[in-house]
């Protein structure tokens, strides 16, 4: 897999992906992931890349002819599956989003700022634009390196364990059950003694029952998508 991703502030990503699960499937060779400086395709000798918006109002917005050269020219080197945007006003991502990108050969992410992108971009060229959560941050940067994060980490050969990832929250709408680990007595808060049993059916249903307790409790919402 491929994950191009658009930026006008390629340092508020670099560091992110040199660390843990991602630097170990890109070193293993499992993802490329390629971090591109927008302003390279910047108008003039300022390298520009925003203007007033049309009409007036505060902020700025991201011109469309450095967005435009830039994924041409991205594209002429590369197929992509997807050429996603990050804004607030996108679908909501979640982990049937996940799995499904995890499954996709190349990606371009193009992250947001300023006020937006033109939108004549969003109309002729995106072809999937995505949220994290209804909050507004300074840069669709941040929402990047969590998209690209949650995908990397269910390439097969991204973990030490492959099936880790398939047991996480949110995999069949339910929450992850709690988890317990050395020493089965820390000053009188104890193991749940069915976790020392070895009897491991008796284990999984132990944690299927408290993922779905733990569910109807804490994400009602999730748990109504199960019935």
């Known amino acids: ?32 992931i390629n971090i591109i400086d927008l302003r390279e395709y910047g108008i003039g000798k300022s390298r520009q890349i925003d ?13 469309i002819e450095p967005l435009v050269n830039c994924i041409k020219d991205l594209q002429s080197r590369t197929r992509y599956d997807e050429i996603i945007y990050m804004t607030p006003d996108g679908d909501l991502f979640d982990q049937k989003t996940a ?15 300023y006020k937006g992108i033109d939108e004549r ?37 991204a973990m030490n364990d492959e099936t880790s990832a398939l047991t996480d929250s949110f995999q069949d709408n339910l929450l992850a059950p709690p988890v317990y680990t050395r ?15 070895g009897n491991f059916k008796k284990i999984e249903e132990w944690r299927v029952e408290k993922a779905i307790e733990r569910t109807q409790k804490r994400r009602p919402d999730l748990w109504k998508k199960t019935l």
Request: proline share 4%.
């Open 121 to 157: 971009v969003r109309e002729t060229y995106i072809t999937k634009e995505l949220s994290i959560g209804d909050y507004v941050l300074s840069g669709g940067e941040i929402p990047a390196a969590v998209v690209t994060d949650a995908i990397v980490r269910l390439i097969p050969g």
């Open 51 to 63: 203007d007033y918006a049309f009409g007036g109002g505060a902020g700025m917005v991201m011109m």
């Open 99 to 113: 799995n499904s990108f995890s499954l996709k050969g190349n990606l371009m992410i193009i992250c947001g700022h």
């Open 183 to 197: 020493p089965a007595d820390f000053e009188g808060l104890k193991v749940p003694e069915i976790l020392l049993s």
């Open 1 to 32: 897999m491929q994950i191009d991703i658009v930026t006008c502030l390629p340092g508020l990503v670099e560091g992110f992906f040199s660390q843990s699960i991602v630097k170990r499937a890109t070193e293993g060779g499992k993802v490329s």
